[in-house]
């Protein structure tokens, strides 16, 4: 019996997977759980399998093609077997594939950070006709719709509605995109030259970081707190740890990292959600570390980083840094944070404001590690200074609040042998 390959959700916030390579041609042979194709999520590349056995008779997308979650990309029958039935009937609609089942780790991670489900893909995009410009119509339209036009630049008044009503729905959005975007604000040909600019299709992880931050830093109430820190026992500590061996090397990062989980363990009104009709508080520290790669950014989680000793912490912190860079890591390993840093010392940068990831309530950004003249009794001397900046949802975290757990922080890392108790 032929077996349907569908783009499946890949992870909890995927909405539409991008074919990056196949793995099988038409013609192999194919067991359950073989790998037949790298996909791009919204997070990773990740590996789509076979649910059944037989041959891969027919791949229904290109290598490159973006495909939404449900939608067909392949049959896998018997070699005889006729599937003429099944490939003309790869455009009609198709049921979302479910999420792969959650592993142990999954659950451990906070339920509410995975953001709405993936909405059902849409039936075949029917024939959508631009409405006629200024036509005084006030422009119907599903919420949905909304955000897809938002998040690819269209005008909803230059798109007919094929909904009830003539409201706007996905689809027509899709078809307005398959079309050129029928007002859509892009440059026209007038405008400028050939060889004036480069368009680049938007990768799944892009898209994401666009949707998700688009709902931070407008809906929720932001303030910052700034503080210097001195981190000249810092640097003493490094020193001498380094002394007794490579294994004990650490750096200024890992060192921060350990000092804001403990500090958070301190203050779990700071390590919280804003759920809506709620505060979330967590008795336990999952910690986001922002992580640039080449097409965006991604935040893997560090488990129960306040129980993890400065070794452990570091390591871990390397480990997923390395494979976020190589998109190799898993779902459950970026999703579940509780409370995100994030560090551009390394680029130079001495201070920044970073924007919060909802439902969180805050992450605190890193700048770099500096040499600065300070007056200290009387005296100008050269200490090392870190500046750091927190930023907070004002519907969980107030000033007094963000400031203590600054306090506190601060007491960590001007003495961090206090980080080994």
């Excluded at 560090?302 to 000793?309: L, N």
């Excluded at 840093?341 to 001495?350: A, C, E, K, P, R």
Aim: charged share 25%.
């Amino acid at each position: 019996m032929a077996t349907k390959v569908f783009m499946e959700a890949l992870s909890p916030t995927m909405e539409e997977g991008r074919l990056v390579k196949w793995l099988k041609n038409e013609g192999d042979a194919v067991k359950t759980g073989d790998p037949l194709a790298e996909v791009e999520t919204d997070k990773a590349i990740m590996e789509l399998v076979a649910r059944g056995d037989g041959v891969l008779r027919k791949r229904l997308a290109n290598e490159g093609d973006a495909k939404p979650v449900g939608a067909l990309v392949a049959v896998i029958a018997a070699p005889n077997e006729n599937i003429d039935a099944l490939v003309a009937g790869a455009s009609t609609p198709t049921q979302p594939a479910p999420a792969p089942t959650p592993s142990a780790s999954v659950a451990t991670a906070p339920v509410t950070a995975a953001p709405p489900p993936a909405a059902a893909p849409a039936p075949a995009a029917p024939s959508t006709i631009p409405a006629p410009a200024g036509d005084g119509e006030p422009t119907r339209s599903s919420p949905l719709a909304r955000r897809l036009a938002r998040e690819n630049g269209l005008d909803l008044s230059g798109i007919r509605g094929s909904g009830p009503a003539g409201r706007i729905i996905k689809r027509d959005i899709d078809a307005a995109m398959a079309t050129g975007g029928a007002g859509a604000g892009v440059p026209t040909a007038a405008a400028s030259r050939e060889g004036d600019f480069r368009d680049v299709p938007l990768t799944q992880i892009r898209k994401t970081i666009a949707r998700r931050l688009a709902e931070s830093l407008g809906p929720v109430p932001t303030f910052y707190l700034t503080a210097e820190f001195d981190l000249e026992r810092v640097a003493e500590m490094r020193a001498a740890m380094a002394q007794t061996g490579d294994e004990f090397k650490v750096s200024f990062n890992d060192i921060i990292l350990k000092a804001v989980a403990t500090a958070l363990s301190l203050h779990p009104e700071c390590n919280a959600y804003w759920m809506g009709d709620k505060i979330r508080y967590f008795n336990r520290v999952h910690l986001g570390m922002a992580v640039a790669i080449e097409d965006g950014l991604i935040t893997p989680v560090i488990f129960d980083a306040h129980r993890k000793s400065l070794r452990q912490l570091g390591a871990e912190s390397r480990d997923l840094a390395k494979r976020a860079r190589e998109r190799k890591l898993t779902p459950p390993e970026y999703t579940g944070s509780t409370f995100s840093v994030s560090n551009l010392g390394m680029f130079g940068i001495d201070q920044f404001t970073a924007i919060i990831n909802p439902p969180e309530a805050g992450i605190l950004a890193v700048g770099a590690v500096e040499e600065k003249p300070i007056a200290e009794r009387g005296q100008v001397v050269i200490r090392k200074r870190l500046r750091v900046t927190m930023s907070c949802d004002h519907r969980v975290i107030d000033g007094a609040t963000g400031a203590k757990f600054l306090q506190t922080l601060r007491r960590m890392l001007e003495n961090p042998l206090m980080l080994v108790f």
